[in-house]
């Protein structure tokens, strides 16, 4: 039975079950506004957990592209039990995230497909945007805020934000030029008129709103096991595993020899001593 079972989900549009439950685990374990994620999961997947974008990486309930999920999955990973994806997760010099064994890197990818890691990680995702927007805005995050932050990224939604409390009646398309080329339904109007940072706000305060509506949520008492985060069938990953994907990504690196101690290696013959008796 699922750990989620005995929680109650009332008044969300008739849909209940695990994907609604795993929302309201989520809300509940980070504070954020229910009726906010679960309107959030209904625009980008229609609550389908297996959902994917034909023109992108986006995948799951919250569309995580896979550079999005891997930096989330980095940052709050081992909060929820998964220290195994988080550890084999790397920061490049150019930015990017990226694991050095495909398969374990796939396995992670797939967590976006199951709901209860999905809906936390993207609850987490919202509370470090909301955290961010309230520093520069110096009020509160509203719902529409955190969507806008999903939509432009964090720091694009803090311009966008700024200048609608400036100038709520000027052309938002000038300031995002390559959102409004992407997003040309969101920036203009069906006559080809230019939407004002006011009209936009207010028309994802809508779409919200439509898809939250009436949503409340009633928490049973229940106990969590420490392994709810992993989905069922995942397999198991050993200390030697991580031996494998340090040296990996070692070498990825290049010019670093393994085999001498140094710095770079440290981390490795830690969890080399950590393999000993296994």
Same mark, same amino acid.
């Given at each position: ?17 695990? /994907? ?78 990226? /694991? ?85 339904? /969101? ?92």
């Amino acid at each position: 039975m699922s750990a989620f079972a005995d929680m109650n989900i009332a008044g969300s549009n008739g849909i209940g079950g695990r /994907v609604n439950n795993a929302i309201a685990m989520a809300s509940r374990r980070t504070g954020i506004d229910f009726g906010y994620l679960l309107g959030q999961a209904k625009i980008e997947s229609s609550l389908n957990p297996t959902a994917r974008a034909t023109t992108s990486s986006a995948t799951g309930l919250y569309q995580f592209i896979d550079q999005s999920w891997l930096a989330v999955v980095n940052d709050h990973g081992a909060e929820y039990g998964l220290s195994w994806a988080s550890d084999a997760i790397s920061k490049g010099t150019n930015g990017r995230y990226y /694991v050095a064994d495909p398969e374990l890197r796939q396995q992670i990818l797939d967590l976006r497909k199951h709901p209860e890691t999905a809906s936390v990680m993207a609850a987490e995702h919202a509370a470090d945007n909301k955290a961010y927007l309230e520093r520069r805005l110096g009020r509160e995050a509203e719902p529409t805020d955190l969507y806008l932050a999903h939509f432009l990224g964090v720091g694009g939604a803090a311009k966008f934000l700024a200048a609608n409390e400036a100038t709520p009646g000027a052309a938002a398309a000038s300031l995002f030029p390559a959102a409004a080329r992407a997003n040309r339904s /969101v920036f203009f109007d069906r006559q080809g008129s230019p939407r004002s940072f006011a009209d936009i706000r207010a028309k994802f305060a809508a779409k919200l709103d439509q898809n939250s509506q009436g949503a409340s949520v009633q928490y049973a008492n229940v106990q969590t096991p420490s392994d709810w985060s992993l989905p069922e069938g995942s397999k198991a990953v050993q200390p030697a595993d991580y031996v494998r994907i340090e040296t990996q990504r070692l070498a990825a690196q290049g010019e670093i020899d393994t085999n001498k101690p140094q710095p770079a290696t440290a981390r490795l013959a830690y969890l080399m001593l950590a393999t000993f008796g296994r």
